[in-house]
């Protein structure tokens, strides 16, 4: 399986602050057929299911604010919060759809400072 | 509305059985694959395996193979997870979510369904 190891585990950021949250996996998840990186990020509040923010790295899901972009490619990915807001309080996960298992990162979670 | 409805908490001993489920709208439910999402409490997601509800095709993680059965109904538009004989450490929450093809990111969630495995 590949492992997805994300990092930090946790961090706080000022409101309007920039967040970053970086997510490694053990083998490269770019799809050759395609030349796309097969990597999503998710957004899980309290009480709810994950989310849907970015796919192929870099492409917003429908709805998604444009405060949140994704970078990366290979083995290295980056989710950015450009200008904190409050209600991005929670819980974030990278996840590679590469292969299967699909499987996820450990979780980074996201406070204000 | 795409919407994925799951079924409601359960609360089971060890060695029982169990079924739940994951009704879809909004789509058409036999054209994407479903997949389930395991939560254990405070920890990572996981992710059991997928069905493609038109042909019922499986793939299933080798975490999980031999222990979770998956099926679905295209006349109900439901999906379903079973279990043929619970344990402690199946006690966590479990989600189905949408997929367009195997190899893609999970766009719709349901709910989650919270199973607690308990004697």
């Known amino acids: 399986d590949i492992v997805m190891t994300q990092s930090p585990d946790s961090l706080a950021v000022s409101l309007g602050e920039r967040a970053t949250i970086n997510c490694k996996s053990s083998?490269?998840?770019?799809?050759?057929?395609?030349?796309?990186?097969?990597l999503a990020w998710y957004q899980q509040k309290p009480g709810q299911p994950p989310k849907l923010l970015i796919f192929?790295?870099?492409i917003r899901d429908s709805g998604v604010p444009d405060r949140f972009s994704g970078s990366g490619s290979g083995t290295d990915f980056t989710l950015t919060i450009s200008s904190l807001q409050a209600e991005d309080v929670a819980l974030y996960y990278c996840?590679?759809?590469?292969?299967?298992?699909?499987?996820f990162g450990q979780g980074t979670r996201l406070d204000i400072k | 509305e795409v919407q994925l409805v799951q079924s409601g908490a359960e609360v089971k001993k060890p060695g029982e059985s169990l079924k739940i489920s994951c009704k879809g709208s909004?789509?058409?439910?036999?054209?994407?694959?479903i997949a389930w999402v395991r939560q254990m409490p405070g920890k990572d997601l996981e992710w059991l395996g997928i069905?493609?509800?038109?042909?019922?095709?499986?793939r299933y993680s080798p975490s999980f193979q031999g222990r979770v059965t998956f099926s679905a109904d295209k006349s109900t538009n439901t999906a379903y997870l079973q279990w043929r004989s619970l344990k402690a450490s199946d006690t966590a929450i479990y989600y189905c979510?949408?997929?367009?093809?195997?190899?893609?990111?999970?766009?719709?969630w349901g709910q989650g369904t919270l199973v607690t495995v308990s004697s």
């Open positions: 979510a949408r997929l367009t093809v195997v190899r893609a990111p999970l766009d719709y």
């Open positions: 909004g789509y058409s439910f036999s054209s994407y694959w």
């Open positions: 069905i493609f509800p038109r042909d019922s095709e499986t």
């Open positions: 083998q490269s998840v770019l799809f050759k057929s395609n030349n796309k990186n097969s």
């Open positions: 192929w790295a870099s």
């Open positions: 996840q590679q759809y590469y292969t299967t298992p699909a499987t």
